[in-house]
DNA sequence: TCCTTTCATCGATATCCGTCGATGTTATAT
DNA sequence: ATATAACATCGACGGATATCGATGAAAGGA
């Protein structure tokens, strides 16, 4: 158990504050939403207009509509995501400050 | 399946370049290494000196040193994280290269 | 040489996750 | 009222994952 001493026993250095087990808790929840392929798109598909109707989504991706639902799901409990049902149709957009939370987190 | 015409039956729009099922792949495939509370911790601790010994990691985390070695080979799987071996200790540092790519697909 | 330490790998297990078909709900159309 | 369409939820199933103890490989010390 001995080791060279360039570290204090419990991580990390000064330059950067050691994260809370909240703090890395919520940083894992949020990364395991982008943690799948077809998450990635969706984002990525969102990124690209103000909003998206779900019919459009299951349009794109060759999945049965209760996967893709379930996806947008997930997304949504992460807040990466939020919805708004007009009608019959459902719409999804981005929560910009929550990719840019992430984008903060990986660095500056 | 009829929909109100306000996007191109594929995703996505003009703006943002849809990805192809490579890009999107790799991107999950390296978020997913984040996907872990154990491995954001690692991170941050890399994030904070050049080079980690896991002595100190497994004497960091409150998990068995097989386990804290699967994280470690996930995290090196996903090009996040380098190590080499000097000796009988093995050190762990950043690529800050993967991070930032990471980083630049959450957004300018 | 033998023992100890560090780290990686293996094998096993319990849990989690992605996927789908079936079903329910709500809104629109006939 | 009935039918249809969009979307969410449920239940189930197969594959992936986190964790651990045991073992192996390599280096250093007695």
Known sequence: MKSIAVLPAI???PETEPLTVPERDELAARFKALADPTRVAIINCLSSA???CVCNLTATFDLSQP???HHLKI???AGLVESSRRGTWAY???VPEAIAAL???LGA
């Open 11 to 13: 991580c990390c250095g």
């Open 50 to 52: 103000d909003e998206v």
């Open 67 to 69: 996967t893709v639902s």
């Open 75 to 77: 997304l949504r409990e």
């Open 92 to 94: 999804y957009r981005l």
């Open 103 to 105: 984008r903060g987190a």
